[in-house]
């Protein structure tokens, strides 16, 4: 138990320090140095599908699964001769526990020494430290298709030498789950220290699935893509088609929803197209790479703008964002920033070791960036819902109203997916469930959807789009009550009055005005001609006359 512990310790230490995933990682004068802290050891970790097991069977797979390491090996410079060799360990993560023994000081030991070979654990000076219980396969070399060993021992080089040779190894997958490549430096010099092994070479080391390089545990991205790219195109076509239909009366929340769906479209056919060059060829394409990563970031902060001035009742319960503009610019532009380098970061982490000093340093602001974003919206919210209950508009009402019940159904819901998410990380091994990790990512994506088809809903183009926009209504919606106008118009060429009783002068006051709209409507109100002027009808249509007045 103690010595597992330690192994799983190391084996987390290493991951946050060398870990990488990529179909095909190429070697450029790569270092492996005398101790851990110096990358002694690098390793790999990759999802690969067995070919009985695999969703498809396709180039350049083919049906074949395998780890292949082909590089040239250095020693430059030493000072006599050198011992021992490079070793090579492919696994199952089934056997992650078996490679390295545990030393007296916690520490884990890879390198074959003459001390571990007093004590019977291992045979041969320089070579890999594994539990040979494990050697039920061919020749004693592991388990076929779950576990193989490769060494490459180095002999004596004269002073100041450089040696170099060249190493290729292949290794058969036979069983579907997380497979290790482990590179172990256990080369020494006529002292008994380690001395550093420089690794150059491409491919360097390949991972192949039955269907091309795209690891195992990024497959599920590559269909998930394809099919949200065709989504977003279906909504793109039904918005437009609306548009078209009401482009007179479009309002500019509804010109920022379509900006919104085109963008994740784009977003959606560049991630598509992303891991299907990754899957062909075992690299990403630096260009689809970078407008990935704009247009996702882009998106990420058009959406939260839109969310929180529609909140705020920007173009609905107010013409303009007022003071609150400059605020929300400069909290957009802070999270496009800082969404924007972890973003980029999170890709580089693909090929390449980041500090996570540096990764903890950008996911902090993000976080709090995104705190204050939805903070900021639910206050907004009810601010504005307040503004139209005291203001008893009550089409606009129950817009926001129902917009607030979406946006809270979201929080529980991500709440409760969050909350399964880091029970199932705390409570599952990632190695077992190395083919559902995708889905947490695939959620976030389909909840950022939803949302934007419940914007799209409520503030969706129609005949009275006007009803939606910005008026200074003093009353309510219903205080305007129309009438068709009699076919006889001599009737009411000019206005007429009622008079009542006053109750409180004891004499009279008009209670009802008629007159006669632009639109050929009786128009009853207690209100003055003015409000009706201001270009809006009681159902929330433009007149005419405002309309004629505007620019197309």
């Not at 002694?40 to 292949?68: C, K, L, N, T």
């Not at 219980?133 to 576990?147: L, N």
């Not at 209950?389 to 929080?411: E, N, S």
């Not at 934007?452 to 219903?478: C, G, K, M, S």
Request: hydrophobic share 45%; aromatic share 12%.
């Amino acid at each position: 138990m103690a010595r597992s512990r330690v192994l799983t310790t190391a084996n987390l230490l290493l991951f946050l320090v060398s870990s990488v995933s990529a179909g095909i990682f190429p070697f450029d004068h790569t270092e492996l140095g005398t101790d851990i802290d110096s990358f002694q050891y690098r390793w790999m970790r990759v999802g690969i599908y067995s070919p009985e097991d695999a969703p498809e069977r396709s180039a350049p797979g083919d049906g074949r699964s395998f780890i292949r390491f082909q590089a040239e090996v250095a020693v430059d410079p030493v000072q006599t001769k050198v011992s021992g060799g490079l070793n090579l360990v492919a696994f199952h993560s089934d056997h992650k526990t078996v490679v390295g023994a545990a030393t007296e000081s916690d520490k884990v030991q890879f390198c074959c020494t003459q001390d571990l070979i007093d004590a019977r654990v291992c045979s041969k000076v320089g070579t890999l430290v594994y539990d040979n219980t494990i050697d039920t396969g061919e020749k004693g070399k592991g388990i076929p298709g779950e576990f193989g060993t490769y060494y490459h021992p180095f002999g004596d080089v004269g002073s100041r030498i450089v040696f170099r040779d060249g190493v290729e190894w292949k290794f058969d997958v036979g069983k579907s789950g997380m497979y290790y490549l482990y590179l172990i430096n256990c080369v020494t010099d006529d002292q008994g220290e380690y001395v550093s092994v420089f690794v150059d070479g491409e491919p360097g080391a390949t991972f192949m699935n039955p269907y091309g390089y795209l690891n195992g545990e990024l497959y599920g991205f590559l269909p998930f893509f394809g099919a949200m790219a065709l989504v977003y195109l279906l909504f793109g076509i039904i918005w437009f088609i609306m548009s078209a239909r009401h482009f007179r009366e479009l309002l500019k929340l509804q010109n920022a929803i379509a900006g919104v769906i085109a963008l994740g479209m784009v977003e959606m056919a560049t991630w598509y197209f992303d891991n299907l060059g990754y899957n062909q060829h075992g690299r990403n394409y630096i260009g689809a790479m970078i407008v990935g990563v704009i247009v996702s970031t882009f998106k990420r902060t058009v959406s939260r703008i839109l969310v929180l001035s529609v909140s705020i009742g920007f173009g609905v319960v107010r013409p303009t964002l007022g003071a609150a503009r400059n605020k929300v610019i400069l909290l957009g532009v802070l999270y496009c920033g800082f969404s924007m380098a972890l973003n980029i970061v999170e890709l580089v982490q693909r090929t390449a070791a980041v500090s996570p000093t540096f990764v903890i340093f950008l996911v902090f602001p993000v976080a709090i960036l995104d705190t204050a974003f939805y903070w900021w919206i639910f206050l907004s919210l009810m601010r504005t819902i307040q503004q139209l209950t005291l203001k008893k508009q009550i089409i606009k009402l129950v817009m926001y109203k129902r917009f607030l019940a979406t946006l809270v159904a979201a929080g529980i819901i991500s709440a409760i997916i969050i909350f399964a998410q880091l029970l199932v990380t705390v409570s599952t091994d990632p190695d077992e469930s190395w083919k559902s990790q995708f889905i947490w990512n695939c959620f976030w994506h389909l909840l950022y959807f939803f949302i934007l088809v419940a914007i799209a809903v409520l503030w969706r183009p129609t005949e009275n789009n006007t009803r939606y926009a910005y008026a200074d209504l003093i009353l309510n919606d219903d205080e305007i009550t129309l009438q068709p106008l009699p076919t006889n118009f001599s009737d009411v060429s000019q206005r007429t009055s009622t008079a009542v009783p006053d109750e409180e002068s004891g004499g009279s006051k008009s209670e009802l005005n008629r007159s006669t709209s632009s639109d050929g409507y009786m128009i009853d109100s207690k209100r003055s001609k003015r409000d009706i002027d201001d270009g809006y009808l009681s159902d929330g249509r433009k007149s005419r006359k405002h309309a004629a007045q505007e620019p197309p």
